[in-house]
């Protein structure tokens, strides 16, 4: 079989040398690299490195091996197009259509998906300019991931830092699965929660539950691939960031649901794959619990946690908002699955049965959709972006 075809346009900024970890992937994953840098670009990696790593021939102009027809070839062949980094002059003369070299032609000439890391200083990144031509070209189609925050030239830290290539990888394996020009998501702006809350009982100890957060982590970066720009609240997981997406930390349920009903003002889905405490305890212990001899010790109390999918689902913060709650059940699934679903309120429930060696940590999962609209989508075993990419296609169905 053939394998599928890659274009790598590397932009001329001083993250171009991340992008050779991103060709490595591609490359050992079975995909045939094409790098096209700017002459820029060449500032930072050289071209052999580029030719070494990909196995291609790499150039930068229009006028090499002109009988070939490159400004054209090169785009028209490809299955995918990822610019990375993208400087801003990259993505305004992509948004403007100029084409003055051979990166530029190639993405006029391109007619498969196109994706852009953007990588820059956060003022030029926050540029009305920038913005403009970010939202210009998510409009045409393409999927402009939102840079990640960190340390940036120099001292210089805040948003601007090409995503880690791992990351990006996942997103162009994600839009290569897919194979269409036209993310659904795109302009949406969706909320994620993912792991588990702990709820302290002293400095050292907390109720908490096994949820890895890998499941929520998976739908954030499927989100991300469909073109949505995407906050991700996360409780207690330890994963990386993933690429393009707006990652808030957060540790019990209370400051959950803080940040959902903040997140969620002006999103137009929020899903909660998070295992959110139903309880913690009425007392906090401002030193540690000590054990006395001899001494049983004293209860617990618990109090209830705010029931954030029932208060979002029942006051929707814009018209039209798709709610999707997650249920994990360990007996009863389908029936107290479909309580669940009346009693939360939302559109859509993902009832799935849980335990030690079920789901939690597993890079697989198997669970049914139900619909308050009474539809049922079963989800076979299978890898957990699986499941995200149906939980998508439902929500964007009601988003409609």
Not at 26 to 54: C, M, Q, Y
Request: proline share 6%.
């Amino acid at each position: 079989m053939d394998k599928p075809k890659v274009v790598l346009g590397v932009s001329g900024g001083i993250a171009a040398y991340k992008a050779c970890e991103l060709l490595r992937r591609l490359t050992e994953s079975g995909h045939d690299v094409r790098v096209v840098p700017t002459a820029s670009a060449l500032h930072f990696v050289g071209a052999a490195t580029w030719s070494a790593l990909s196995g291609n021939p790499v150039s930068t102009e229009v006028w090499d091996d002109v009988h070939e027809v490159p400004h054209v070839r090169i785009g028209q062949h490809a299955d995918l197009v990822i610019v990375a980094p993208a400087t801003a002059d990259t993505l305004a003369k992509a948004a403007h259509g100029l084409a003055d070299d051979l990166l530029t032609n190639t993405l006029l000439t391109a007619r498969c998906p196109v994706v852009f890391a953007p990588a820059m200083h956060t003022e030029m990144w926050e540029h009305p300019a920038t913005q403009e031509n970010v939202a210009t070209l998510r409009r045409r189609g393409a999927v402009v991931i939102e840079p990640a925050v960190g340390r940036l030239t120099g001292v210089d830290t805040g948003k601007g830092r090409l995503p880690e290539p791992a990351e990006i990888f996942e997103v162009c394996r994600r839009v290569l699965a897919r194979g269409v020009t036209e993310p659904d998501l795109n302009g949406r702006h969706v909320v994620v929660s993912a792991g588990g809350t702990r709820e302290p009982l002293d400095p050292v100890r907390f109720l908490g539950n096994r949820s890895s957060g890998k499941q929520g982590y998976a739908l954030a970066r499927t989100a991300a691939a469909r073109g949505a720009r995407v906050t991700l609240i996360a409780a207690n997981t330890g994963l990386p960031d993933p690429a393009g997406v707006d990652v808030v930390p957060v540790g019990t349920a209370v400051q959950m649901r803080e940040a959902v009903l903040k997140a969620a003002a002006d999103a137009g889905a929020v899903v909660m794959a998070a295992a959110v405490a139903d309880f913690r305890p009425a007392t906090y212990a401002s030193g540690k619990i000590k054990k006395q001899d001899a001494q049983d010790p004293d209860p617990i109390v618990l109090v209830r946690n705010p029931d954030i999918l029932a208060e979002i689902s029942a006051d929707r913060a814009r018209p039209g908002q798709v709610i999707v709650g997650f249920a994990a059940e360990t007996d009863d699934v389908l029936a107290n699955g479909r309580k669940k679903l009346q009693r939360k309120g939302c559109d859509l429930l993902v009832v799935n049965e849980v335990g030690e060696r079920k789901t939690f940590g597993s890079e697989e999962n198997e669970a049914l959709v139900l619909g308050a609209d009474g539809s049922e989508t079963p989800v076979p075993h299978g890898p957990k972006e699986a499941l995200a990419e149906t939980v998508w296609d439902l929500v964007v169905k009601r988003l409609r």
